[in-house]
């Protein structure tokens, strides 16, 4: 990574205003479900902690829309970080203004505030100018260890940054570090595993990795659309009929670059899209009317299987069924499964946030994966090739 770091710069007695992603999943009663992204953050800020920096951190939690939610605000989340660093967490009433400014200037070093639900302003996601002077107003020094929320410009992520110098954590570094070494420089063979629903969605990403992969198995919903591009029966399965052509192509582009991409050989098909459906496996190219493909089948993982047995670095992005009805995870789970053991054969796995990292989590095989990016979009972006505005803005080395 060519951006400079916390480690680059002199944070002691210095007030660092820390972008965070605590954006955590919470149930009805204001519980945190899985705090994956709070601990991710714990090494910058017990490093800025540690060299006498106050930390002002600050997040967006959810949809608010620009308007102050009750169930959206941040105190469950300074909760669970006051457990988590064993010290005190003080929160803020808003996320600027003059209180907060007061609050934040007083804080001594080894001192944390969290700051209020960000979105809670609609200047946030508009990258209004006022409102990123007013955060900026709030440290002496920026540090962008969202990665999550890297390829949106916002107030917090790009904004600040017009205001004060600017540096990656830990987080960023690292999320930078193995997505980039994945793309510029894998160890080669290299394989890439893409579902999720849309075949719009993974586009970009698939006309990269064409250029750059030897190894690409496609599974989820957008294979539904590849494998109608190859003129095979479907059923009543969901596909992109404007994007047929595209995928024709990408096929392709594919066969004439020589690299191996497979599609699902066999299907789990149900009579209906519910959890408790009749479902039963077949032959990609015979389902019946009134069937549809929810998840790929046992040859398919079979052949997946030995497909990235040779593998030295593998990217995953996408889930490859419909993983939240247990009848047809399957794919996704044999999947984890595999990559688990191509890991512990020493290839590099690195799985691309989103419904992925969340299948991977839930499975609690997180340890067993080389890297489990944080940021679904940004990691999909970034596989893209695009820049991210939140890396961007922060100083290059020098």
């Known amino acids: 990574m060519n951006k400079q770091t916390i480690r680059d710069i002199d944070v002691a007695g210095k007030r660092v205003l820390l972008r965070v992603d605590f954006n955590v999943p919470l149930d ?18 017990e490093y800025l ?14 949809r608010p829309d620009g308007k102050a939610v009750e169930k959206l605000r941040m105190a469950p989340v300074a909760r669970r970080l006051s457990e988590l660093l064993h010290r005190p967490v003080q929160t803020a009433t808003d996320s600027v203004g003059p ?49 999550g ?15 004060l110098p600017g540096v990656a954590g830990f987080l960023m570094e690292k999320e930078i570090n193995f997505l980039g070494s ?7 063979p290299f394989a890439a595993i893409v579902g999720g629903a849309k075949v719009s969605d993974k586009i970009a990403v698939l006309e990269r990795l064409i250029s750059i992969a030897d190894i690409i198995l496609i599974g989820g919903g957008m294979a539904n659309t590849f494998l109608k591009a190859e003129g095979k029966e479907i059923g009543d399965s969901l596909y992109e009929e404007s994007k047929v052509g595209e995928a024709g192509e990408l096929l392709k582009k594919a066969q004439q670059r ?8 066999d299907v789990v ?25 929810l998840d790929i089948g046992p040859a398919t993982v079979k052949s997946f299987r030995a497909a990235l047995e040779p593998a030295r670095t593998i990217v995953w992005n996408g889930t490859l069924g419909v993983a939240e009805m247990p009848a ?25 946030g989103g419904d992925s990292a969340a299948a991977v989590e839930q499975a609690q095989a997180g340890d067993q994966m080389t890297h489990v990016s944080t940021g679904g979009g940004a990691s999909l972006e970034f596989l893209e090739g695009r820049t991210l505005p939140g890396v961007a803005a922060l100083q290059d080395k020098k």
């Open 28 to 45: 009805a009663e204001q519980h945190i479900t899985d705090d994956t992204r709070i601990t991710a953050a714990l090494p910058t800020i």
């Open 258 to 265: 020589g690299i191996t991409l497979q599609l699902p050989g």
């Open 99 to 147: 209180e907060v400014e007061a609050q934040a200037r007083a804080l001594q070093p080894g001192q944390v505030l969290l700051l209020e639900n960000l979105r809670f302003h609609k200047e946030e996601e508009k990258n209004n100018q006022d409102f990123a002077r007013q955060l900026a107003a709030l440290g002496d020094l920026y540090v962008n260890d969202a990665f």
């Open 49 to 62: 902690l540690s060299k006498g920096a106050a930390v002002v951190l600050m997040s967006h939690l959810g």
């Open 269 to 293: 098909i149900a009579d209906r899209f519910a959890a408790d459906a009749d479902h039963k496996v077949v032959a990609s190219d015979k389902v019946p009317a009134g069937w549809r493909i």
């Open 328 to 352: 047809f995870a399957k794919g996704t789970k044999a999947v984890i499964e595999i990559l688990a053991e191509r890991t512990k054969a020493g290839a590099t796995t690195i799985i691309g």
């Open 182 to 188: 994945a793309l510029e420089n894998p160890q080669r």
């Open 149 to 163: 929320t890297a390829h949106r410009a916002h107030a917090s992520t790009e904004g600040a940054t017009h205001y």
